[in-house]
Nanobody
């Protein structure tokens, strides 16, 4: 199973980006029944939880992104999205998508990871 994240880039404060994560390989059992999450890691900091979505569409967000970010998934396309609005310089990080068997914000429970995509928000 491979997760391929894309959509990162450079944006000004207040701008928007949409990240995508496409699952390939043995996608049916992994993607359709898994929780999909987004995490981010800024230089010199730990990897932090951003958002997760269950197979049924339930969502949970980290406190710092609530009201600004939206996670969604398209099972037909084996893709999960992260719509990021009202971006701030502190959102600058490498963003990773991941899959887990349970609905959680705990990164240790995520056993499949994408390669990451850089998001840079200029002030």
């Amino acid at each position: 199973v491979q997760l391929q994240a894309s959509g990162g880039g450079l944006v000004q404060t207040g701008g928007s980006l949409r990240l995508s994560c496409v699952a390939s390989g043995r996608t049916f059992s992994i993607f359709s029944n898994s929780v999909m999450g987004w995490f981010r890691q800024a230089p010199g900091k730990e990897r932090d939880f951003v958002a997760a979505i269950s197979w049924s569409g339930s969502t949970v967000y980290g406190d710092s992104v609530k009201g600004r970010f939206t996670i969604s998934r398209d099972k037909a396309k084996n893709t999960v999205y992260l719509q990021m609005n009202s971006l701030k310089p502190e959102d600058t990080a490498v963003y990773y998508c991941a899959a887990a068997p349970i609905f959680t914000h705990d990164l240790l429970q995520y056993n499949y990871w994408g390669q990451g995509t850089q998001v840079t928000v200029s002030s």
